[in-house]
Every structure is written in C-alpha cells, then in structure tokens.
C-alpha cells in the first residue's frame, strides 16, 4: 500500500534560516506528490505540488522537487520568516479516486 | 467564491452518543472526499464520493462509520454510538473531477470530543 514519512517535529529556526523538511515515500504505480499547510487555527491548504518526475512545485518562496530514484519530495525554503511557522503535511495520491495518503506532518516554528 | 464549510465547528459529545457532521463542499467539485486527523497523527482517509458511482468506503474504521452525498451536493458523516477513540478532527475536502485535477480543497474541520 501507500505510505508517506517525514520527518518528526517540532522543527525550531531562527528567522531568514535555510529549511528542509524531509519526504520520502512508498507507493503503487505513479503518485502525484503534495506538500499542504496548516497554519494556525485555520484549516489545511495546498501548499505545492508535482506530478511527475523531475517536476519541481513552488509557491510563496518554497520548493520541492519529485524525486523518483530516491522516492523523495523534500521541502525547502531558503529563508524562512515568522509567518511561515505552521504544521506541514507531505502527502501522496494515486489513481483510482485521487485519495491522499498524508505523513503525520512537521511542526515548523520560526523564532525573531 | 465559497471554499468548503463544515458544521459543526466544534462537537463535544457523551460516549454511546450518535453525532451527526455536515460537510458543504465547492459548488460544482463533484468528487468529496472525508479524512480524520487524530491529535499527533496524520489524516486518514475515510470515504470518497464521485458523483453517482458506488462510494469508496475503504477508509472506514467500523461499522459505526457511515456517510451519504445527495448528488454532487452536501455530505453528512454519521458515527453511532460513539467511542472515545473517535475524538479527533474531521476534515472534507472537494475537488474538480478530471484529467490533471488532482488538487483537493479542505474545509476547517470539525472538531470532535468524546467524553
């Protein structure tokens, strides 16, 4: 079956610090690969995302490039800010509906 | 427009208790989708709608679990005889059935407490 592992938070960094948050995954056929967000008190929006090989998402200054051979979708950003501390979700889908599988999501909180 | 809404916000119910949750997703997203995140954990699929085709219930925990859609309009979450286990957040998400549409769009939850 599918599955998604990232990793464990919380992860704590100074403000314009570089940040990676780790993804890696197991699935059946070709997933399309997600990174949401959850920001405080609201609820979850997509953040980016790839559907194929090699095809890098971005949106608001983050990234994430799909890497097959490693099976990876890290997520990286070269300056954080404040008002990006949130709980960060990696997630997969497949055929056959479109289903998400999530990871358990990684706290980020960015300190002045 | 309108993204989608879920109500109760917030739910605190007493074990044994039937609880009943609403899910309104974007008009015209026929495909709905219903996930549960339980504090520390990440969300766990539970149903998916698809216009009028058989529901995927694979997600389902038990057989207190139980959702229904009326065409490609609002769905309701119902879970009998509620357990203590079954506190969490219940999440609905849509989105636009087709080729190269994959993004699903969530709601803000619903809160659930069992006591």
């Known amino acids: 079956g599918n599955s998604v592992t990232q990793m464990e938070g919380p992860v704590t960094l100074s403000e314009e610090a570089f940040l990676t948050i780790n993804c890696t995954y197991t699935?059946?056929?070709?997933?399309?690969l997600f990174w949401y967000v959850q920001y405080p008190g609201e609820g979850l929006q997509l953040l980016l995302k790839?559907?194929?090989?090699?095809d890098k998402g971005s949106n608001k200054g983050f990234e994430a490039t799909y890497r097959k051979e490693t099976t990876s979708f890290h997520l990286e950003k070269g300056s954080v800010q404040v008002s990006d501390s949130a709980v960060y979700f990696c997630?997969?889908?497949?055929?056959?509906?479109?289903?998400?599988?999530f990871g358990t999501g990684t706290q980020l909180k960015v300190e002045l | 427009g309108a993204g989608v809404s879920q109500s109760p916000s917030n739910k605190v119910t007493e074990k044994g208790k039937d609880v009943e949750l609403r899910c309104d997703p974007i008009s015209g997203h026929t495909a709905l989708y219903w996930y549960r995140q339980r504090l520390g954990q990440g969300l766990e699929f539970l149903i998916y709608?698809?216009?009028?085709?058989?529901?995927?219930k694979s997600g389902l925990p038990s057989d207190r679990f139980s959702a229904e859609r009326t065409g490609e309009s609002v769905s309701t979450l119902t879970i009998q005889r509620t357990q203590q286990e079954d506190s969490a957040v219940y999440l609905c998400?849509?989105?636009?059935?087709?080729?190269?549409?994959?993004?699903?769009?969530f709601g803000p939850g619903t809160r659930l407490l069992v006591l």
């Open positions: 997630a997969l889908s497949t055929g056959g509906g479109n289903k998400l599988t």
């Open positions: 699935a059946t056929g070709y997933p399309s």
């Open positions: 790839a559907t194929k090989a090699d």
């Open positions: 998400a849509s989105r636009i059935a087709g080729a190269n549409q994959e993004t699903q769009y």
């Open positions: 709608f698809q216009g009028n085709s058989a529901p995927d």
